[in-house]
């Protein structure tokens, strides 16, 4: 077994070399009160010098062994910490999945159900006043739901397991992208959506999945908001944060606000206190986990200082290609 470390090693023969000294000590100055302390030190007699080695053979011997067990222990005990961390972070994460499924999927069935049963009772009793003609889309929108979401769990794995490669990436093409997407898919709703670039050429590294970081924000901007209008505002600039740069990527929306004790809660995984019944669960917990792997960072201000009810602003920095 390899050494890696020497302290006990050292400490035997730091006492080999104390206990040499002694035994030439007790030598001149007990035993051999006619004796020179420095020929007992260097040149004793023979029967002196032989036990005086066996001595220290013995202790070096000794500490080398158990300098040996301490490093093995010390590895033990490295290895079970890993584990223990492992499983650790295989709980949490089956446990998010379970109550991720728990909430979302059950409330997706249960608004299918519901819908199944009203359109049911219309079919028995058709002359009751009930408007039927917009569960169709309800039921199409939850289908759609139920699809993203198992896209988003599958995603986020595949980066927890594997992790990803990164390209040169194009951030307005894949901003295009993102706007074009919930502007269809919420195409009920009036959209406001303006990009200001100072016409930038913005290049970051990273992957497909930056997409989706940028639905998910621009979604949980439409979701929780109750103006008429949902306005959001991309502001791309370029900073340097030490020696690295990064493209600086500012979403502020119109919506209702998230409050100061939220705002460090709302990327956890196993944090629900902002993720309301509409809510995908998995959406920000997502959006975090794929900015880590870029090693960017992001965090969400308050729209107007001091003020969150009048909007929120997401901040991502990405490093610059």
């Not at 051999?32 to 260097?42: A, G, I, K």
């Not at 100072?198 to 940028?214: G, H, M, P, R, S």
Request: aromatic fraction near 12%; proline fraction near 2%; glycine fraction near 4%.
């Amino acid at each position: 077994m390899k050494i890696t470390n020497y302290k006990v090693i050292l400490i035997g023969l730091l006492l080999s070399i104390c206990l040499w000294i002694f035994e030439a000590y007790l030598h001149t100055y007990i035993f051999n009160l006619q004796s020179n302390f420095l020929n007992n030190l260097f040149f004793p007699p023979l029967h002196e010098l032989w036990m005086r080695v066996i001595v220290v053979v013995i202790l070096i011997s000794f500490s080398i062994l158990s300098q040996k067990i301490i490093n093995k222990l010390h590895l033990m005990h490295n290895n079970l910490q890993k584990i223990e961390e492992e499983l650790r972070i295989s709980y949490n994460r089956s446990k998010f999945y379970k109550d991720l499924f728990t909430h979302d999927v059950n409330n997706i069935f249960q608004i299918l159900n519901t819908s199944a049963e009203i359109i049911s009772n219309y079919n028995e009793n058709p002359k009751k006043s009930i408007n039927i003609w917009d569960y169709p889309e309800i039921i199409k929108q939850q289908i759609e739901r139920g699809s993203k979401l198992i896209s988003n769990v599958n995603m986020l794995f595949e980066l927890e397991e594997f992790g990803s490669s990164f390209e040169k990436v194009d951030v307005q093409n894949f901003l295009n992208q993102a706007i074009n997407y919930v502007k269809e898919a919420y195409f009920e709703e009036e959209i406001l959506i303006q990009i200001d670039s100072t016409d930038i050429k913005a290049y970051v590294l990273a992957n497909k999945f930056l997409v989706e970081v940028f639905e998910n924000i621009l979604i949980n901007a439409i979701k929780y908001n109750k103006n008429p209008t949902t306005e959001v505002s991309i502001k791309i600039s370029k900073i340097c944060k030490g020696v690295d740069e990064f493209i600086k990527l500012e979403f502020k929306d119109n919506g209702i606000g998230i409050s100061d004790e939220k705002k460090k809660l709302i990327f956890e995984k196993n944090n629900r206190s902002y993720k309301g019944t509409k809510g995908m669960g998995i959406g920000l917990s997502l959006v975090k986990s794929i900015i880590k792997t870029y090693k960017g960072y992001i965090w969400i201000e308050n729209k107007v200082p001091d003020d969150y009810l009048k909007g929120s602003n997401f901040v991502l920095l990405l490093p610059k290609a």
